[in-house]
Nanobody
Framework: QVQLVESGGGLVQAGGSLRLSCAASERTFSFYPMGWFRQAPGQEREFVASIKWSADSTYYAESVKGRFTISRDNAKNLVYLQMNSLKPEDTAVYYC??????????????????WGQGTQVTVSS
């Protein structure tokens, strides 16, 4: 079973940047499409970005497109989320997730099989 551990969250002012990391416990991670989701208080968990195992295709929610970049280093079992030009509305707990079914779209949280514990991102105005 894949274990995922996020890090890199914190408090940042609006307009600032953070880079989140997600470390996977298994080498088989390199074959899994990965995603980042976020959940603000009182709201549903929402899709942020996803990346295929080969890293040649990435997908983003409209709200973060042009500001966030997802990437991965399969040799190190890591996936990243670079977040620039942060806004207060980006405040949430951010989760990384892995899915084993390539046929799923990757936009729904139900497409994913493994989840990290989350890392808090707080953007002050």
């Amino acid at each position: 079973q894949v274990q995922l551990v996020e890090s890199g969250g914190g408090l940042v002012q609006a307009g600032g940047s953070l880079r989140l990391s997600c470390a996977a416990s298994e080498r088989t991670f390199s074959f899994y499409p990965m995603g980042w989701f976020r959940q603000a208080p009182g709201q549903e968990r929402e899709f942020v970005a996803s990346i295929k195992w080969s890293a040649d295709s990435t997908y983003y929610a409209e709200s973060v497109k042009g500001r966030f970049t997802i990437s991965r280093d399969n040799a190190k079992n890591l996936v990243y989320l670079q977040m620039n030009s942060l806004k207060p509305e980006d405040t949430a707990v951010y989760y990384c997730a892995a899915r084993t079914d390539y046929s799923r779209s990757g936009y729904s949280l139900y497409d994913y099989d493994y989840w990290g514990q989350g890392t808090q991102v707080t953007v002050s105005s």
